[in-house]
């Protein structure tokens, strides 16, 4: 007697680990369509926005300005270009520790 409940809850068992494996393998598909749907929709919607920028017209406009402000111009390529060597020195400290 003691064999046929230890047999019977042993099936038991399986059988709602079973069917709990099924409804979380469900929920994480669901989940996983769900994220797959927006990261499509973002993706899309970011690229239509690329597409609406005027490059061409952001160059004629950047090289407009630095003939006219020749002085303005040469600082703020000074300023970037310190400010990108510290950050790209710094990174480098990073990685030797």
Known sequence: ???ERTSSTGSETGTS???RFSKAKEYVGEKYDAASDTVREQYSA???KVDDIDFGGMTEQLRSYVRSNPGKA???SVGV???VGLLL???GHDDDE
């Open 81 to 83: 270009g310190f400010v």
């Open 74 to 76: 040469l600082l703020i």
């Open 1 to 3: 007697m003691q064999d």
């Open 17 to 19: 680990a079973g069917e």
């Open 46 to 48: 970011l690229r239509e």
């Open 89 to 91: 020195r710094r990174a």
